[in-house]
């Protein structure tokens, strides 16, 4: 625990969130750091240009997610200046896009990269379909490039087995139903859990306690069943 006289450790939570998978495992992450007495800062990375979810067809959805593949920017808002204040750990967290960070979190690493997270400590979260390590080696990559400090990562994949999770997360972009389609008893939900939801929470109470007691925090272990389905 902290003395009275002593700053509490602060954190900021820099994200951008498509469908609000992300978002929704960031609040559970988020309360609990708070409940170690951690100060939580949040900023959402926010696209100029819209974008719609679901995309809504088929078509545009495929030529989407083939510009991603090939790693496509989409230019995003300046960020508030309370970003590059020295936070303790900055979570860096998107979703998997045809196994890439987003096209927002690309555009703010080019922009931003080297004033937000160098010598600063990083731990990225991935939401995602369930292909996230080539997203993980190229933003780690990346990061270390601006002398970020990346022990470690948080992956959280949607629950179904494959191949139905890649047809019902494809089919929902298009604005489909894939839960009440002839596949529906293999794919009974889009996106994560209420175990998983719960299992951020516990993951930001590791994250709280580690900061507030000065350990290490690439000894933590984040890679648990509930979280990679």
């Known amino acids: 625990m902290t003395s009275p006289a002593q700053k509490s450790p602060s954190v900021l939570i820099l994200y951008f969130s498509f469908s609000s998978q992300t978002k929704n495992l960031l609040h559970s992450l988020a309360e609990g750091i708070a409940q170690e007495n951690v100060t939580v800062e949040w900023e959402r990375i926010k696209p100029l240009q819209h974008l719609r979810f679901p995309i809504g067809s088929v078509m545009k959805t495929f030529w989407m997610m083939l510009e991603t593949f090939f790693r496509k920017r989409y230019p ?91 047809l019902g997360v494809f089919l929902k972009l298009a604005g489909k139903v894939p839960e009440r389609m002839w596949f529906s008893r293999y794919y009974r939900k889009y996106g994560h859990t209420n175990a998983q939801i719960l299992e951020a929470e516990r993951f930001g109470i590791m994250i709280g306690k580690a900061l507030v007691e000065g350990t290490d925090l690439g000894q933590l272990n984040f890679k648990s069943k509930k979280a990679l389905v």
């Open 76 to 166: 995003i808002e300046p960020l508030d200046e309370k970003c590059f204040s020295g936070y303790d750990l900055i979570i860096l967290a998107g979703p998997t896009w045809s196994y890439n960070p987003s096209g927002p979190v690309l555009a703010l690493l080019d922009r931003d990269g080297e004033r937000l997270f160098a010598g600063r400590r990083v731990l990225p979260l991935i939401s995602c379909r369930g292909y996230w390590r080539m997203h993980w080696w190229g933003l780690r990559r990346i990061l270390r490039k601006y002398k970020a400090l990346v022990d470690d990562l948080i992956v959280f994949s949607h629950p179904s087995r494959e191949p139905w999770r890649t």
